[in-house]
């Protein structure tokens, strides 16, 4: 599939203005859907000046930073302490593929410690899973995969209902 994102200002507060890096990725992220195929197309139409700042956006050359990530942590603990992940366990053996994931820098809010608690495993796994990335090969992947679709999932659910909270 092909996206074209027909300019890159949008209307706001009596004013057109950029849209922000999160926006514009969200609207080229939609190219590439797998159920779809296997790659997708993306074009972005902008103006001269901004020409570079969206090559480097796309090329993966600009850090983006989430406004959620300072609080991620917190979020979690609170998420977890409300039950929500109240079904889950760390099955014997988990532990150990649980602590070499969180070595891995697709996990960027790290573990002081090894993995202890619940909440521990579902701040490693959700992480990884946002990041796309596969489970190592071990024994306890397939329950470890099946954990951390159940977790994103919450996670969706849990991302709108924060959303809507600040809408308001």
């Not at 988990?94 to 909440?119: C, H, M, Y």
């Not at 994103?152 to 209902?161: D, E, H, K, S, T």
Request: hydrophobic share 35%; with cysteine.
């Amino acid at each position: 599939f092909m996206v074209i994102v027909k300019g890159t200002k949008g209307y706001a507060n009596n004013n057109y203005e950029e849209y922000t890096q999160s926006e514009v990725l969200q609207f080229i992220g939609r190219a590439g859907r797998p159920q779809f195929g296997p790659s997708g197309k993306a074009i972005i139409l902008t103006e001269k000046t901004m020409v570079k700042s969206y090559q480097n956006l796309v090329s993966g050359s600009e850090i983006l930073e989430s406004s959620l990530g300072p609080q991620l942590v917190r979020w979690l603990e609170v998420i977890c302490r409300c039950g929500e992940f109240e079904g889950f366990r760390i099955t014997a053996g988990q532990k150990g593929v649980l602590n070499e994931l969180n070595k891995s820098p697709w996990v960027r809010f790290k573990l002081k410690d090894r993995v202890q608690t619940i909440g521990d495993k579902v701040l490693v796994l959700l992480q990884h899973g946002l990041n796309c990335k596969s489970l190592p090969d071990s024994n306890h992947a397939p329950g470890l995969g099946y954990d951390m679709s159940r977790i994103i999932q919450i996670a969706q659910g849990l991302a709108m209902c924060i959303r809507e909270c600040y809408a308001e």
